[in-house]
């Protein structure tokens, strides 16, 4: 079945860096577009950075673009999200996701920007 699974996440202080991976599994990985999006306390989802099947196109939400940056290895099925410069409004629960049959979601991985 298909699996997206977080990682990366954790406390760090405002302006530092963050890693988050997204291993995916039961579908072909190289062929899809991925995403991640956030969710802070009592907000919405938001869409923070999408890349193409190839890597040859991304996109990124204003809020973080220029600090995040989002990559992705089809050999591993695993995209990535670099974030730096982290402040205190990124903190939320990070997901990846991406679109089989239906929309699919990973369960998140906690960023905690915070001194």
């Known amino acids: 079945q298909v699996q997206l699974v977080e990682s990366g996440g954790g406390l760090v202080q405002p302006g530092g860096s963050l890693g988050l991976s997204c291993a995916a599994s039961?579908?072909?990985?190289?062929?899809?577009?991925m995403y991640w999006y956030r969710q802070a306390p009592g907000k919405e989802r938001e869409f923070v950075a999408s890349?193409?099947?190839?890597?040859?196109?991304?996109n990124y939400a204003d809020s973080v673009k220029g600090r995040f940056t989002i990559s992705r290895d089809n050999a591993k099925s695993t995209v990535y999200l670099q974030m730096n410069s982290l402040k205190p409004e990124d903190t939320a629960v990070h997901y990846c996701?991406?679109?089989?049959?239906?929309?699919?979601w990973g369960q998140g991985t906690q960023v905690t920007v915070s001194s």
């Open positions: 996701r991406t679109w089989v049959g239906r929309q699919r």
């Open positions: 039961g579908f072909t990985f190289s062929t899809n577009t």
């Open positions: 890349i193409t099947s190839a890597g040859g196109s991304t």
